[in-house]
């Protein structure tokens, strides 16, 4: 994967630099409530403040509309930026035009100004090349540092990069060396985990990757649909049963292309979902009542995929084992989970997680910082697996 980085930008003393950041945040009463999103941006802010370049920052929050919408203003992003740097950011009522002109003009070497929330403008989403065209007034060179916008072809993350030079930033160079260990040249054999509730919402997904990895283990209520495809009772869990035939499709796809599907060989059953629930263990052809929802993969189950990650070099995964917001039913998420982190801490693997839920359980594992790399990108992780191109990486293509 060839892509520009800050380290390809020649001298940047005395130059404007417009950065796309994702500070999409959490917010309750005009107050952050988780800064991640902030502190991801820090390693780039620095290095050009470091390197004498003034910084502009450009994102959205939330879905304004194209319209101005008070509630929605990046301003109050401005104070904790300032805590975190340890120097002030100034901030620029408009991200283009006349205000942003004014307070980037006004900025010494290594100044930070804030621009705002560039869905104010619905030129933005429509990726209108004259709105792109007068954000790359602006400065002297592009540097997207938001992977997790990177699905979308906006003016911020696609269009401005035909104004400017553009490059990555370093959040994104991370994003994007660590996605291509684990699906772009990776250390083979490769496993890839993928749960979730419904295959439909993971077609193409599961289409990509049984054409490149070696094995392939499907939980969640996704492994449903997959079991009672395959003639498994199910009892009354949650499965796509209307999908049945999509699902033998990728297992005929998944044969013919070498690579090993991964169902479940026993699971946790129970007839509630609720903290504590009694349950049982089952393997899968035992008859299950009307009643009987697997929660969760079992022991077995477990046991075999440990022993396959064990025989992997690189792991990708996307998607939790089980309902794993309720005990005991994370049982099997986690223990995998923590498996595939000390290996990943021994050096002997490449772990790459990603994707809403799996961030969720990975954390409620305890070990995101063990893991090799877990994505936050929700959507543009999703796409990447996809094997789709994504036009803000393309943008930033050398």
């Keep these: 994967m060839t892509f520009r980085t800050l380290d390809d930008a020649g001298s940047l003393v005395g130059k404007t630099a417009l950065v796309r950041v994702d500070f999409n945040v959490p917010m309750e009463g005009g107050r952050i409530t988780d800064d991640t999103r902030l502190r991801v941006a820090l390693p780039?802010?620095?290095?050009?403040?470091?390197?004498?370049?003034?910084?502009?920052?450009?994102?959205?929050?939330?879905?304004?509309?194209?319209?101005?919408?008070?509630s929605m203003s990046l301003k109050p992003i401005v104070q904790p930026l300032s805590e975190l740097l340890g120097a002030p950011v100034r901030f620029a009522e408009d991200c283009v035009g006349g205000p942003a002109l004014a307070a980037i003009k006004d900025l010494d070497a290594g100044g930070v100004v804030l621009l705002e929330n560039v869905r104010f403008h619905a030129a933005e989403e429509a990726n209108d090349a004259e709105f792109a065209a007068s954000l790359g007034e602006l400065a002297d060179l592009y540097v997207n540092d938001a992977f997790s916008a990177a699905h979308r072809a906006h003016a911020s993350t696609e269009g401005v990069a035909h104004h400017l030079p553009a490059y990555a930033g370093e959040s994104m160079r991370r994003e994007l060396e660590a996605l291509d260990a684990a699906l772009g040249n990776p250390k083979k054999p490769v496993i890839g985990i993928v749960g979730g509730a419904k295959v439909s919402t993971k077609l193409d997904l599961l289409k990509n990757l049984v054409g490149k990895l070696d094995r392939l283990a499907i939980g969640g209520g996704m492994a449903n649909t997959f079991l009672f495809a395959q003639g498994v009772d199910i009892g009354g869990s949650l499965a796509e049963r209307d999908m049945a035939d999509t699902a033998r499709e990728i297992m005929d796809e998944a044969r013919a292309r070498g690579c090993e599907l991964l169902l479940p060989v026993d699971f946790v059953v129970a007839t509630e979902v609720k903290p504590g629930a009694a349950s049982r263990t089952v393997t899968a052809g035992e008859a299950l009542a009307a009643d009987d929802k697997i929660l969760d993969a079992g022991p077995a189950t477990v046991a075999r995929l440990v022993e396959a990650i064990?025989?992997?070099?690189?792991?990708?995964?996307?998607?939790?084992?089980?309902?794993?917001?309720?005990?005991?039913?994370?049982t099997a998420t986690v223990a995998v989970a923590h498996h595939a982190a000390a290996l990943a801490k021994a050096g002997v693997l490449i772990a790459v997680g990603g994707g809403g839920d799996t961030v969720s359980a990975l954390n409620h594992a305890g070990v995101v910082d063990d893991m090799t790399f877990v994505s936050t990108a929700g959507g543009a992780f999703l796409e990447w697996m996809e094997g789709k191109a994504l036009p803000g990486v393309e943008a930033l293509r050398g």
Excluded: C, M
Aim: aromatic share 8%; charged share 20%; no cysteine.
């Design 44 to 70: 780039t802010i620095n290095k050009l403040r470091e390197a004498g370049a003034r910084v502009a920052l450009l994102a959205h929050f939330d879905r304004p509309k194209g319209q101005v919408t008070p």
């Design 310 to 330: 064990t025989a992997s070099r690189t792991l990708i995964w996307n998607g939790p084992l089980g309902v794993f917001e309720v005990p005991p039913f994370d």
